[in-house]
């Protein structure tokens, strides 16, 4: 069995979503992608994850039919009925412009759009508008300081503007405000 180190920043993050997800009463507080960082070596990238009820102390496998590949330091955004994963690398052959969306409720992947999507990237960050996610900055080696907007009900994305945006960057942090992403 794994015994997680929650000194590490990637279980804090893990554990911290968690009690969020409780605490908002999400009905799917947990939906894991195989993403996780132990004694410092990185598991395998898998597109398979689970579904963990704190409520029953259960855990549940996702179907992986449909599902992304597998892949590390991509983002993940909860829209309130379904997860949205983008991006990240997926060592086939690198950084990826890729994403999916999981719907709990019938355990289904669709592909998210690549038309006008974000260059590929990793270490980036992502926001749920209330109706859009936005992606901003990444990259590993070279700063990106480019983004998109992807509508999961058009399933479009938007370039966002570089005009006056922040300096590239990668693993960096983003709130929604109600109005504004801020980086």
Do not use: C, Q
């Not at 015994?3 to 968690?18: G, H, I, V």
Request: charged share 15%; net charge negative.
């Amino acid at each position: 069995a794994l015994n997680p180190d929650f000194s590490n920043p990637a279980y804090r993050e893990l554990k911290w979503n968690t009690e969020l997800a409780r605490h908002l009463g999400n009905p799917f507080p947990a939906i894991i992608l195989d993403n996780m960082m132990l004694s410092n070596h990185f598991l395998p990238a898998l597109n398979s994850g689970g579904k963990y009820n704190p409520t029953t102390n259960t855990w549940t496998a996702t179907n992986t039919t449909g599902a992304p590949t597998g892949r590390l330091f991509h983002t993940a955004v909860w829209t309130d009925s379904e997860m949205i994963i983008w991006g990240g690398n997926d060592f086939n052959p690198a950084d990826t412009n890729t994403g999916g969306r999981y719907n709990p409720s019938t355990d289904t992947w669709l592909p998210t759009s690549v038309t006008n999507a974000a260059s590929p990237r990793e270490n980036h960050t992502a926001v749920w508008t209330g109706s859009e996610m936005i992606v901003f900055g990444g990259g590993f080696g070279d700063t990106l300081n480019t983004g998109g907007r992807y509508n999961p009900t058009s399933d479009t994305w938007i370039p966002t503007r570089t005009t006056n945006a922040p300096t590239g960057r990668w693993e960096n942090t983003a709130v929604w405000t109600g109005s504004e992403m801020i980086i």
